[in-house]
């Protein structure tokens, strides 16, 4: 391997729980991730850490980045989201299948957006997502299966629609967070603890993910699950993953829509994200679109139509019910840009300085780390 070649990609980000269902004698589906079997499986999900910024931060995570050589590398898919994500983590399916195909989709027949992430004002849940998530198979096959997150995920749009299955403990630090994973994984088994962890991706957002506060939120994370490896059962197999990873965008590289006349010409909405932007254009006028955006964004953003994109798999296969939610243009960002359309999306978005939804391998690669119990070799 040449020093500038990344290590290989072992599967995808939809095969981690069905390899832990796997790993518990509760198989849902096969993967190509072979894990140790074990009485209890808990998942830590750092949202943003991607297994590239991982392996550019190592020195500040000493337990994570030592798991690395031994550790796999998965594809989290696009939009590298964590609305998207979360739908292929939680159901074991690509975004195509579960329908989960964005932060901004349009509701079919509306000319409405939902946003996936905060679910305000969306339809029911599981109606939307109606596939059933890997959390309900273990459950069903007599698994004790503990979430674990803050109070207003209990019972939210997302997890509805991606993880819902078993019990909700509600804890707020990540100190918290540990301690409800040991106490639950005291139980009986086989059991599934699933933690979730916000913090990395907030101040990715917020500092950018090459900031000094960055490497400090990914010590105290680093600290955390080495403190929960070292304090489970030794019958436990810990798996560390992420739902995306994430790239910084200077001020100057971000375009805006509403200050752009060519590029919003023809589009009725703007849907995705900054960094992967689904545009649902006017009756007629998706070829135009498609044209001037590749003409004007071409070397910097993948601009492509719902067509090529389904084609070329961007989405695995696509349910009938899923394309109309696809933006008519669909594009993704290649180079430390980002477009945004203050005209429907919330203009706190172009403040950030870190983002995601892109194809590049700093978004779309995330590591899973294995840990097995002192029982498990």
């Not at 992420?242 to 590289?253: E, Q, R, S, W």
């Amino acid at each position: 391997m040449s020093r500038d070649a990344l290590p290989p990609v072992s599967g995808t980000l939809a095969d981690v729980l069905p390899a832990a269902a796997a790993a518990l004698g509760l198989p849902q589906r096969a993967t190509p991730l072979r894990l140790p079997d074990a009485a209890r499986v808990v998942v830590v999900l750092v949202d943003g850490l991607g297994e590239r910024l991982l392996a550019e931060r190592a020195g500040h995570a000493p337990f994570l980045g030592g798991l690395l050589a031994d550790g796999h590398v998965l594809a989290c898919g696009y939009p590298s989201t964590t609305a998207t994500s979360m739908g292929s983590f939680g159901t074991g399916l690509s975004s195509g299948t579960h329908g989960m195909v964005g932060y901004q989709v349009r509701l079919p027949g509306t000319d409405r957006l939902l946003n996936e992430l905060s679910w305000e004002d969306g339809p029911d849940p599981r109606t939307w997502q109606p596939q059933e998530t890997v959390l309900e198979h273990l459950v069903a096959r007599g698994a004790a299966v503990t979430r674990i997150g803050p109070a207003f995920f209990d019972g939210s749009g997302l997890t509805e629609a991606t993880l819902r299955g078993g019990r909700f403990a509600a804890a707020e630090s990540l100190d918290e967070r540990v301690e409800a994973a040991l106490a639950a994984l005291r139980g009986p088994a086989p059991s599934l603890v699933y933690l979730y962890w916000g913090d990395v991706d907030k101040v990715g957002h917020v500092r950018g993910c090459t900031s000094w506060e960055w490497g400090e939120e990914l010590a105290a994370v680093d600290l955390a699950v080495r403190r929960l490896a070292a304090r489970a059962p030794a019958d436990t197999l810990v798996l560390v993953t992420a739902d995306h990873g994430m790239v910084d965008v200077p001020a100057g590289a971000r375009t805006d829509l509403a200050q752009d006349a060519e590029l919003a010409d023809g589009v009725l909405l703007t849907g995705g994200e900054p960094r992967a932007p689904m545009l649902y254009t006017r009756d007629g006028a998706a070829d135009d679109v498609l044209a001037t955006w590749r003409s004007r964004l071409g070397s910097t953003v993948e601009v492509v139509s719902r067509e090529q994109a389904v084609e070329d798999g961007w989405f695995g296969p696509v349910a009938d019910h899923v394309l109309p939610r696809i933006g008519d243009v669909v594009a993704a960002a290649v180079a430390p840009v980002s477009v945004h359309d203050s005209r429907c999306q919330r203009p706190e978005l172009a403040k950030l300085v870190g983002m995601h939804g892109g194809r590049t391998p700093a978004e779309t690669r995330v590591p899973l780390l294995v840990v097995p119990g002192r029982r498990l070799g």
